[in-house]
């Protein structure tokens, strides 16, 4: 943990340096989960050619490894270089939710940098922010995973006692995170729909969550202005009192999901084996 304080004192610009050694390492040398990212893109995005998908590919691994080099400078990183790197749009609109007392379902996807996000939240609006996480298995990454986004307050809810805490907490205004693009196991998946093209399961614990207790529920749109740069922007998914069509809000969720994909297709995060227990 000490040596990576050391190393977040480090300016980006010396990160990024590094981080271009582990570009040329994960995609030219051993070619780092390229067969997953490969069959991702070529179904979500049919209608590009080899040389579109690749520019693609080659875009999201730089963005891969300069998240690494991100998270770390998070450890250290002031507010000031946060907001100057950190864009929050339409912050009103949070804002407005929060002084009314609301609890507020936060959606959004694993769009990189989704570590800079609710630690810049946190810095520069309000610290009561929730985010609701999968625990690391390495009890070391876990320590350095839970003290970086637990600067500047706000709580981290571990996802298999979100359910208890949130049924304590329910009163309490704030807004709660989560990453709603994750991939259930077998046993977990409710709902199958396509999602880029490709019949996948989404959990729908936030839809269920937003319609039993009246929660208003936003997402956060996710683009790059250039290197270490980025902005987010709020927007509702819905109000009180809700749809109550079965699937409606993660319907939309998926709707801006996909959206943001096409606008940002480098920024998302291919590496992952999303439909890997697909129907």
């Not at 304080?5 to 010396?14: A, T």
């Not at 590094?18 to 997953?36: C, E, M, N, T």
């Not at 050619?49 to 693609?56: A, G, L």
């Not at 809000?249 to 697909?278: C, D, G, M, Q, V």
Request: hydrophobic share 40%; proline share 4%; no cysteine.
């Amino acid at each position: 943990m000490f040596a990576f304080r050391l190393i977040s004192y480090l300016p980006l610009w010396f990160l990024y340096l590094i981080s271009d050694v582990f570009y040329l390492i994960a995609y030219y040398l051993i070619g780092y989960r390229k067969k997953v990212v490969s069959e991702n893109l070529l179904h979500a995005f049919p209608e590009k050619s080899p040389q579109e998908r690749k520019k693609i590919m080659r875009e999201f691994y730089r963005n891969l490894t300069d998240s690494f080099a991100e998270t770390i400078k998070l450890m250290t990183m002031g507010k000031a270089e946060i907001e100057k790197r950190f864009q929050l749009e339409n912050m009103d609109l949070l804002r407005g939710l929060l002084e009314r007392e609301q609890v507020i379902v936060g959606l959004t996807a694993h769009f990189f940098n989704w570590e800079g996000h609710p630690l810049s939240v946190r810095a520069l609006v309000d610290e009561r922010i929730e985010i609701v996480y999968q625990k690391v298995s390495n009890p070391f990454f876990e320590k350095l995973m839970r003290a970086i986004r637990s600067r500047f307050g706000g709580y981290l809810v571990e996802k298999s006692k979100f359910q208890r805490h949130f049924l304590k907490h329910r009163h309490h205004p704030r807004l709660i995170g989560l990453a709603a693009d994750q991939r259930p196991n077998r046993e977990d998946q409710r709902y199958h729909t396509y999602f880029m093209h490709r019949k996948t399961g989404f959990f729908e614990g936030a839809e269920k969550l937003a319609k039993r207790f009246d929660l208003t529920v936003i997402f956060s749109e996710v683009h790059k202005i250039k290197r270490g740069h980025y902005k987010f922007t709020y927007r509702f998914v819905t109000e009180p009192p809700h749809d109550t069509t079965e699937h409606s809000i993660t319907e939309k969720f998926i709707e801006l999901t996909e959206k943001n994909i096409r606008e940002e297709p480098a920024l998302y995060l291919w590496s992952h084996n999303r439909w890997k227990n697909s129907k």
